[in-house]
């Protein structure tokens, strides 16, 4: 890894550090790898719009074709609401093919933690906490 | 020009026009887009005056908000490695409180740990650090109390502005023993007897708990005020001897919002974080607690 890149992952995981109070309850940096970004492209299969955060379930396959769930988690249900992210908007996406970016959790586990989904069209949902936005 | 080339003309022309618009359109598709996910804004106007109640108190009623929340997409995508690229010194929020010594030592040690957070176990709030951050609050001011709803954590208090003095045989609770009175424009609020199991929260952020602790000795200080009609202000001095070296003031604004929904918010309802928490900090040391 090349110094610029590991300056990246310091002023990113610095931005996300500043965020953190939108998460409510608890650190990021101490569940996901908030340096690595990375995205799932994959089937919704269901919708968890539950406090205190909301989970989105993915199938996703790897490269033999087998499919795999993942689970993508995001912010409180009233965050989103109050920025125009509805319950129905996403329950609508369930059985659809859409792309979420995100950050890995550190355990390996199938898990990550979701900041903007792409749908097939190429409209962006952002759903995850404004950048630099050290009180959101 | 002649008609072959002003039907050229015309032909281009429109193409461009065409394009031109498609591209407008598609602009205007995507602002369109992108004001779905904005916040909606909150009101700067500082001309109307507060609303006063039949006994001359300003009225403190009404549903209020720090701020709304923003939403962002990944900023990693698209972007070249290392793109913006500016150092960010790693930081303790615990040490803007003026922690003693020993406890500022102890808040930097529970935040290392990552999952002794209060709220990673189920557990409330609290005040102080139910106030503040995305989540509105509405006061509702009667004749003798006001009740406080809070969204975060889908709490209230019921707190007595009659001139009784504090309960004598109140248990330690999350919310505490609060009395209030006002103070010229100011409604103080006076809370004792709160548990030494909540943290305070970092100022105004109250979600980033970082290790905030306190003794069951802290007694919080709230005076609330309506400035203008638009905007409350709420300034709190958090008071332990036990742990801090002097009281801890800090103080913020929130505005009007009388069109807001107010949304539940249950910290554990579906809890599935602590399980993944990973500390991966070493424990900070005697050498690097700062002394406040």
Redesign the interface.
């Known amino acids: 890894m090349t110094r610029r890149y590991w300056g990246f992952v310091v002023v990113f995981c610095g931005l996300l550090v500043t965020t953190r109070p939108a998460l409510a309850h608890h650190s990021l940096n101490s569940e996901f790898q908030m340096g690595k970004p990375t995205e799932l492209k994959g089937i919704l299969a269901k919708v968890e719009w539950d406090n205190p955060h909301v989970f989105w379930y993915l199938d996703v396959k790897d490269a033999s074709g087998n499919a795999a769930r993942w689970s993508v988690e995001g912010l409180p249900p009233s965050y989103l609401h109050r920025s125009g992210v509805s319950r129905t908007d996403m329950l609508a996406l369930v059985g659809k093919e859409v792309t979420i970016h995100g950050r890995l959790a550190k355990d390996g586990s199938k898990l990550m933690f979701g900041l903007d989904f792409v749908l097939p069209d190429g409209r962006v949902i952002p759903v995850g906490p404004k950048a630099g936005d050290d009180n959101p | 020009m002649n008609h072959r080339y002003l039907l050229g003309y015309l032909i281009a022309a429109t193409m461009i026009t065409g394009v031109g618009s498609t591209r407008a359109s598609a602009q205007a598709d995507k602002d369109q887009?992108t004001k779905?996910?904005?916040?909606p804004s909150l009101p700067k106007d500082h001309s109307k005056p507060a609303p006063r109640t039949a006994d001359g108190h300003p009225d403190l009623s009404g549903m209020w908000i720090?701020?709304?929340?923003?939403?962002?997409?990944?900023?990693?995508?698209g972007?070249p490695?290392?793109?913006?690229?500016?150092?960010?010194p790693?930081t303790y929020p615990s040490d803007e409180l003026p922690y003693q010594a020993w406890a500022a030592l102890k808040a930097r040690q529970l935040r290392d740990a990552?999952?002794t957070?209060p709220?990673?176990h189920c557990e409330p709030y609290g005040v102080p650090r139910i106030w503040g951050?995305?989540?509105p609050a509405r006061l509702v001011q009667l004749p003798g109390e006001l009740i406080v709803l809070y969204?975060?954590d889908t709490a209230f208090r019921i707190i007595p502005t009659d001139g009784r003095p504090h309960n004598p045989d109140a248990d330690p609770s999350w919310m505490g023993n609060s009395v209030a009175k006002w103070d010229g424009d100011a409604l103080v609020i006076d809370t004792i007897d709160l548990t030494d199991k909540s943290w305070l929260g970092?100022g105004?952020?109250?979600?980033?708990g970082s290790g905030t602790f306190h003794s069951d000795a802290l007694h919080v200080t709230e005076r609330i005020r309506r400035p203008d009609f638009d905007h409350l202000t709420v300034e709190i001095t958090d008071d332990d001897p036990t742990v801090f070296t002097h009281p801890w003031v800090y103080a913020w604004n929130m505005s009007l919002v009388p069109k807001?929904?107010m949304?539940?918010?249950?910290?554990?309802?579906?809890?599935?974080?602590?399980e993944?928490?990973?500390?991966?900090k070493p424990a900070a040391t005697d050498k690097s607690a700062a002394v406040n």
């Open positions: 887009g779905k996910y904005a916040p720090e701020k709304y929340g923003a939403l962002g997409t990944d900023p990693a995508v972007k490695e290392g793109s913006g690229a500016r150092s960010r790693a990552e999952n957070d709220l990673l951050g995305p989540h969204e975060r970092s105004k952020n109250a979600g980033e807001e929904d949304y539940e918010d249950v910290t554990c309802s579906n809890e599935k974080d602590y993944h928490e990973l500390p991966d």
